[in-house]
T-cell receptor, first 111, second 117 residues
């Protein structure tokens, strides 16, 4: 079945450093790849997404890259700040509605 | 409303009881989804509505789970004969069909934390 694997499960970085989270997906028909940030006890919120017709997308300190051949995509956060600390989830979808989520990465940014 | 609203925010029920979880999507969003999130895991797809009909219910774990959206807006997730393994946060999300086969981002509600004791 469809599967998304996410690594690492936890990531601790010093404030100002970069953080990279990687995901691989199994369904080659997937064409939509969102990233969600979830703070403790709160709802998941979309931070960036990419569709399969582009290889990279950037929004200020956040960027996502997609390699369709290898079936993997990555989230890059530069100049990390303490408020970036949260759990980040990647997801993949062939239909835009049925999101298959990874198991999450707990990011801790140390001041 | 301004966002996706879910009620109750917390529900504690005894094993074997019936529960209903409510979702009020963003006004105008035709697509509505239910996900289940267990502790330390990513959300798991349960069911998708386009308008009033369940277009994909492939994620419902068994026939104890059922969801309705009778008027194409508010949805109710119903769980019969609850089991301790049903304990999780149930998330609702909604989105809008922008063009053929392409939806806007899914906006999530705060979720209902269900605890079966």
């Amino acid at each position: 079945g469809e599967n998304v694997e996410q690594h690492p499960s936890t990531l601790s970085v010093q404030e100002g450093d970069s953080a990279v989270i990687k995901c691989t997906y199994s369904d080659s028909a997937s064409n939509y790849f969102p990233w969600y940030k979830q703070e403790l006890g709160k709802r998941p919120q979309l931070i960036i997404d990419i569709r399969s017709n582009v290889g990279e997308k950037k929004d200020q300190r956040i960027a996502v890259t997609l390699n369709k051949t290898a079936k993997h995509f990555s989230l890059h956060i530069t100049e990390t700040q303490p408020e970036d600390s949260a759990v980040y989830f990647c997801a993949a979808s062939r239909s835009s509605y049925k999101l298959i989520f990874g198991s999450g990465t707990r990011l801790l940014v140390r001041p | 409303g301004a966002g996706v609203s879910q009620t109750p925010s917390n529900k504690v029920t005894e094993k074997g009881k019936y529960v209903e979880l409510r979702c009020d999507p963003i006004s105008g969003h035709t697509a509505l989804y239910w996900y289940r999130q267990s502790l330390g895991q990513g959300p798991e797809f349960l069911i998708y509505f386009q308008g009033t009909g369940a277009a994909d219910d492939s994620g419902l774990p068994n026939d104890r789970f059922f969801a309705v959206r009778p008027e194409g807006s508010v949805s109710t997730l119903k769980i019969q004969r609850t089991e301790r393994g049903d304990s999780a946060v149930y998330l609702c999300a909604s989105s809008f069909l922008k063009k053929q086969g392409e939806f806007t981002e899914a906006f999530f509600g705060q979720g209902t934390r269900l605890t079966v004791v």
